[in-house]
């Protein structure tokens, strides 16, 4: 038997230089105490669904930062991916799950060694040793969508073994293969669901695995893992997406007020949410504080740098024809005027969602009404303009989606923390996943009927049977842009499809609101805030290994390491 130390705070955690290694010296409850008490059993188990992330861990956790749903103010953590400074001695950000991932993956591995083995009894054993199986598979497969491969590992090891420990990634196929063999292991020991109302939400059910295979087949199939194209790999998440609904039924269903879904509260009934994490006043978040601006004594995603961008709120199409509001044009954004889109008047008759995530101009939202204007003779300014405070988006769009309206949370203050839960899978997610496999495999009847389960719940009008081809690609592209808008979603998806070289290649706009000193009449006018001229390039559409992390795995007479860098990034 291994001899362990397990350190024991606020939760359970390991630290160490070597990330692959987790290890630490330092305990200050023993091996023996942990494995010899089933509460304390119960709380190390627990702890391990930290390495399921959320994003709401805080304000540079954004996720939106790194990609073009946000103006990033500052070029530092996921705002670096933007400015295209990313490199292997800076993207320790929140993208980089490598630490945090070997971090976790140790304590499993301890974990489902030492169950098998302690005296104690143990209430739900099996259902332990399956959940820790999932939460297994959960981080090999975020590992591998951001980083191609990772190293697979079932073993811990001692601070004695540790120096002579020396790692290789294993292949994407190889990768693949071990995270569906963990959820199969995982699948028959664990309850087929929790509805949102059960105190047990948030724990892995086979519902929940088959959400999982459903994104992580939709991603395998996609061109920038599947460069051949194989149409075996589309149907596989065709099937992933059909049995998921198939097996649930009327479980689950899409949540009928798009605003109201992402303020219920824990414990609500929302048959949409399939996994999430909730919180209690404990352990809650600070999401309002973080993202919400000045008016609030909040900070805008840090010095105004989470305010959503124009490019995301030109997306959203026009309600009364599903056209587009604005079209890119030679790099710019045009207004797509046959559409009916009034450039001065630019947030009227769009699609719902939009005011239902973004703060704009005229927005109405806990009683106030937002003034992002500033005045043409520069003398007087709007309370929630960027020239009142620098915590006001320079953007001039603030984060709607997921602030608490007075109801949820009638005090908004960094001592009230927040409960609005976090969601992982949604059913609106499975739709579109089949929708785009359906279509990938030709079937684009059935694309456009997904498709427009979702629209329809905001009232969007169908998308007609005459758009096929590329126009309807580009469809159920725009369609997880605006319905998944800061679910962190658009990252991956811009990667996935391979369009990142366009989509992160593209100005970042926000909105000017310039009001005539003597009429006062408003006009309105995108301004670039960010020109990217072609900052993101073809390696980044997987994440480095950091520096100092392949040296560690260097051989001990100076030798070439034995962890391989992403490709692209050898030379860096």
Known sequence: MKKIVIALAAVLSFASCNEILELTPTSSVTEDAVWKDPALVTAYHTELYNAIQHGFRDWNAWQAKAIDEVYPAVNWGPGSFQWGLLSVDNVDNSLYYWTTGYRYLRRINIFLDRIETIEVEVPDKERLIAEAKFIKAWIYFTLTYRFGSCVLLDEYYTLEEAPNQRFSRSTFDQCVAEIERLLAEAFPDLPKTYTSTSSN?????????????????????????????????????????????????????????????????????????????????????????????????????????????????????????????????????????????????????????????????????????????????????????????????????????????????????????????????????????????????????????????????????????????????????????????????????????????????????GMDIIRDATTGVDTYRPVVLLEKGGRFLPKMYLLPIRRDEIRKNSEADGGPSTLQQTPGWEND
């Open 201 to 509: 939400f948030g724990r892995a059910s086979q519902d929940v695995i088959k959400a999982l295979q459903s994104r992580m087949y939709l991603y395998w199939a996609s061109p920038l893992y599947n460069p051949t194209n194989d149409r075996a790999k589309w149907q596989k998440a065709a099937d992933a997406a059909l049995d998921f609904m198939t097996s649930t039924g009327d479980t689950y269903q899409l949540y009928p007020d798009y605003r109201e879904l992402f303020i219920l509260m824990p414990g609500a009934e929302n048959k949409e949410y399939i996994f999430g994490r909730n919180f209690t006043k404990t352990n809650g978040h600070n999401a309002p504080m973080d993202n919400l601006n000045r008016r609030f004594e909040a900070y805008g995603g840090w010095n105004g740098a989470g305010g959503p961008s124009f490019n995301l709120v030109a997306d959203y199409e026009m309600q009364a024809n599903g056209m587009r509001a604005y079209n890119w044009v030679d790099g710019e954004l045009v207004p797509n005027l046959e559409s009916g889109i009034d450039p001065q008047n630019p947030y009227a008759g769009r699609d719902p969602r939009m005011d239902a995530s973004i703060i704009h101009q005229g927005t109405v939202y806990r009683g106030a009404t937002f003034e992002m204007w500033v005045a043409s003779d520069d003398q007087s300014f709007g309370w929630d303009s960027y020239r009142q405070s620098p915590d006001n988006p320079r953007s001039h769009h603030v984060l709607k989606k997921f602030m608490p309206d007075i109801e949820q949370q009638p005090l908004l203050s960094w001592q009230e923390t927040c409960v609005i839960p976090w969601p992982y899978f949604r059913l609106a997610e499975i739709y579109a996943n089949y929708a785009e496999a359906m279509f990938e495999l030709g079937d684009e009847a059935t694309c456009r009927e997904y498709l427009n389960r979702i629209r329809a719940r905001v009232q969007m009008p169908p998308i007609p049977a005459t758009e096929t081809g590329e126009a309807l690609r580009a469809r159920i592209q725009n369609e997880r842009r605006v319905e998944f808008a800061f679910e962190e979603h658009r990252w991956i998806d811009v990667r996935r499809w391979k369009i990142a070289e366009i989509t992160e290649n593209r100005n970042i706009y």
